[in-house]
């Protein structure tokens, strides 16, 4: 088995290093560069040891490693939690040519990412996702930002991070549901690009879901290397970068239904079976297509379906977010498994049948 890290660039305006591989915490000060002066982490409670530990790492290369622990999850990503974390780097005169290192899941890399982003305008980061989500989504393609009381993510930046640090040896202690969270992405990348992804979890779902094996690590190099290809092209979301929300429409409804206490993948999950069941209906999808995302997604244990009686709701919100984007409402959808195009404007009964075909 190869053991030598792997390095994923992407080029362009979001220019930047994804190296992915085990054992990685001791390349993080080469991550950071030598003219670096003083490094902040920005990091949660739970892996409060890990930034320790990184900590010591650091201390033998820069003057001052400074730590901000924020809370977890969606609570790290307000405009109080910042303010600490830019209150920390004033105290400590942080320069331009001082570093940030995000240390925990996507809403860390999130917060950590904006404020690098702020601070005088710009200064050196690195992200070390610490769950599959962030490895494969959050932490790469430098979308930075915080959530208002309005709605999620309305104020931040693209601001792309010098290095992402992906050491799959962290998320040996995470959750199963986590990980299996986490998957809802890695088999988008399939189903939008990649089916070498679909058939690796197909063949053995155990597997592909356990991060000490060579499998797991290959999808996750996988899964970065298309964000990798799409962000490179389209840092901006000024087109293709679009067919990254595959499932996102309703999965981000279906978040906001639950009041953002589900996990990402597993609203992503149901998002991604009704885009399935809307491209068969609207567009050109197989049964044969469809049926694939019923039993990969079912195989990793996610949900296919959502309450029948939910659906004006789901509607009112994604509603909402159309205005917000002062757009129509907008769906990624396949015309087959690594062919996706954005489906616009479709007659609301239609989004109404599709949905009947998912409704428990
Ligand atoms: N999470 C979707 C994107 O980065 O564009």
Request: net charge negative; hydrophobic share 45%; with cysteine.
């Amino acid at each position: 088995m190869n053991d030598a890290p792997t390095r994923i660039r992407v080029t362009g305006d979001a220019a930047s290093t994804i190296t992915v591989g085990r054992d990685l915490l001791g390349s993080v000060a080469g991550a950071l560069g030598e003219r670096v002066n003083q490094v902040l982490i920005v990091h949660t409670s739970t892996v409060g040891r890990l930034a320790e530990q990184l900590r010591a790492e650091l201390q033998q290369h820069y003057s001052q490693v400074l730590l901000a622990e924020v809370p977890d999850a969606e609570a790290a990503k307000r405009v109080e939690v910042a303010a600490f974390c830019w209150q920390i780097m004033g105290q400590a005169d942080f320069t331009r040519s001082d570093a940030v290192v995000g240390l925990g899941g996507g809403a860390v890399t999130d917060l950590a990412g904006f404020v690098a982003a702020t601070w005088l305008r710009g200064v050196r980061l690195v992200q070390i996702p610490t769950t599959v989500l962030g490895m494969v989504d959050a932490a790469v393609g430098g979308k930075t930002g915080i959530n208002t009381a309005e709605g999620k993510n309305l104020v931040g930046s693209f601001y792309a991070p010098q290095e992402v640090v992906c050491d799959i040896d962290l998320l040996a202690t995470l959750p199963r549901n986590e990980i299996l969270a986490g998957f809802a992405e890695v088999a988008k990348y399939g189903f939008i690009a990649e089916p070498e992804i679909l058939e690796t979890i197909e063949r053995d779902v155990d597997t592909a879901t356990d991060p000490a094996s060579p499998e797991f690590r290959r999808l996750v190099e996988l899964s970065i290397g298309v964000k990798a290809r799409v962000v490179s092209e389209d840092f901006r979301e000024g087109g293709l970068r679009e067919i990254l929300n595959y499932g996102h429409t309703l999965g981000h409804a279906i978040e906001h239904a639950e009041r953002y206490q589900w996990r990402h993948g597993v609203a992503i999950s149901i998002g991604m079976m009704y885009a399935a069941e809307l491209g068969r209906m609207a567009g050109q999808l197989s049964d044969a297509a469809v049926e694939r995302h019923r039993s990969v997604l079912g195989s990793l244990g996610l949900p296919l379906s959502y309450p029948a009686g939910r659906w004006p709701g789901l509607l009112a919100t994604m509603q909402r977010d159309k205005k917000a984007r002062a757009g129509m409402l907008r769906f990624i959808v396949l015309d087959d498994i690594a062919k996706p195009r954005v489906l616009a404007g479709v007659d609301e009964s239609v989004l109404q049948f599709a949905y009947q075909e998912i409704a428990a």
